[in-house]
């Protein structure tokens, strides 16, 4: 008798249960590969997806105030009416200023942040934590602004003058800051924010050096760490452009750090203690040889074998660009030429909102300089040396 006959018959039923037992797990485990699949396939697609609208917007606005064209032909005109009415028609809030560099700094910062929250508003869920911590930069400058001029005994009106106003430090908070009897008083006016302990546990360190030093890098390792929490929301597609980003960003500051602590007379431990630890590539060994260099060429040269050795290389073969602040100004070009390598690098996602956002910020700095240079009668060649373009090599 086969096993047919067997199922007909009824004599062994259990024979047929197990076949069907066996079909229906091999149906169940099919179907699961079939969804995990489907699953890894379509979920970057939808990610993907979701950047379509945020990538066709910075495409669409463009990154203004980085063609060297453009920037110099506004330099040339000497016409800050002019040059003020064509940045309204860009999008310049329409606002009285002071034609010096506090108003254009303020004038510049608020639409600035105007536009870095538009983009906000249009980007998918996947990146809006990032976006908005990148927000509270304005903050951070805010705070580093007051820091600055309290340690120089700043009365409260030049303060409220100098210093930009935003987010939880409107005009009103500000006051409060710039009115709060020294330095410690002043981050007592802050213990409602974030920034209170950040401070507090710089200030016995800025009080036994007296070097504002410690109570920025405090500010800057805030911000970092904010960064970095906020890409580990983010996950997915756009965690690897955001962490190389951070990465950059951290190494950079770094850079900029260990190279000028002799040019602001740092000391080594206190330019050390500078330093952004997390974030970076560079190791903290190798930015601590920098600093003990004997001038900025010989700390650049110890950057060989890195991926800013050939930005380095060239610093130094150009001795006209060996001064402190022509290597600032190296390192602002190189920023804003790695923002194109993530926007060709990660085109479909968080790529191109990079780009715009270091964009961004670099047509800024230009229109400080310009307007700056134009209302202190400085010629074009000096502003040209000043700005930071698209297409220039580092």
């Given at each position: 008798m086969t096993p047919l006959e067997w199922?007909?018959?009824?004599?062994?039923?259990m024979l047929t249960l197990k076949w069907s037992e066996f079909s229906i797990l091999a149906i169940v485990f099919l179907f699961a590969i079939v969804i995990v699949f489907l699953v890894a396939?379509?979920?970057?697609?939808?990610?993907?997806?979701?950047?379509?609208?945020?990538v066709s917007y910075v495409h669409a606005a463009g990154v203004p105030y980085v063609r060297r064209e453009e920037v110099l032909g506004m330099a040339e005109s000497r016409d800050l009416d002019a040059i003020l009415e064509s940045l309204r028609a860009r999008g310049l809030p329409d606002e009285d200023i002071t034609a010096d560099p506090a108003g254009f700094r303020g004038m510049l910062r608020r639409w600035h942040a105007r536009e870095v929250a538009a983009l906000d508003l249009v980007s998918p869920a996947?990146?809006?934590?990032?976006?908005?911590a990148i927000q509270l930069q304005f903050e951070t400058e805010t705070l580093k602004g007051v820091v600055l001029r309290k340690h120089s005994r700043a009365a409260p009106e030049e303060i409220l003058t100098e210093v930009v106003p935003f987010?939880?430090?409107?005009?009103?908070?500000?006051?409060?800051?710039?009115e709060a009897p020294g330095m410690e008083g002043f981050i007592e006016v802050l213990s409602t924010t974030p920034y209170a302990n950040v401070l507090q546990e710089a200030f016995p360190l800025y009080s036994s050096r007296w070097s504002v030093t410690p109570l920025l890098t405090a500010l800057d390792r805030f911000m970092n760490r904010v960064l970095r929490t906020a890409i580990g929301r983010c996950g997915g597609l756009v965690e690897a452009p955001l962490l190389l980003y951070l990465e950059t960003r951290t190494d950079l500051t770094n850079i900029a750090n260990a190279v000028s602590a002799r040019a602001n007379g740092i000391t080594a431990e206190e330019a050390v203690d500078t330093l952004v630890h997390e974030g970076g590539s560079l190791p903290i060994s190798l930015l601590q040889r920098m600093i003990d260099a004997t001038n900025p060429a010989e700390?650049?040269?110890l950057l060989k074998d890195t991926p800013y050795e050939a930005f380095a290389a060239k610093i130094v073969e150009d001795e006209s660009d060996r001064e402190f602040i022509s290597i600032?100004?190296?390192?602002?070009?190189?920023?804003?030429?790695?923002?194109?390598?993530?926007?060709?690098?990660?085109?479909l996602t968080a790529g191109p909102l990079l780009e715009y956002l270091i964009g961004l910020e670099a047509g800024m700095k230009n229109l400080q300089v310009l307007l700056t240079g134009i209302a202190r009668g400085y010629g074009s060649d000096r502003i040209e040396r000043l700005l930071v373009t698209k297409g220039v090599f580092q």
């Open positions: 199922n007909l018959t009824g004599d062994i039923p396939t379509l979920v970057p697609v939808f990610q993907i997806a979701g950047f379509i609208h945020a996947g990146i809006q934590p990032f976006i908005e987010g939880r430090f409107d005009r009103r908070m500000l006051q409060r800051m710039a700390g650049l040269m600032l100004h190296a390192i602002d070009q190189y920023w804003l030429n790695f923002a194109y390598t993530l926007g060709s690098r990660f085109p």
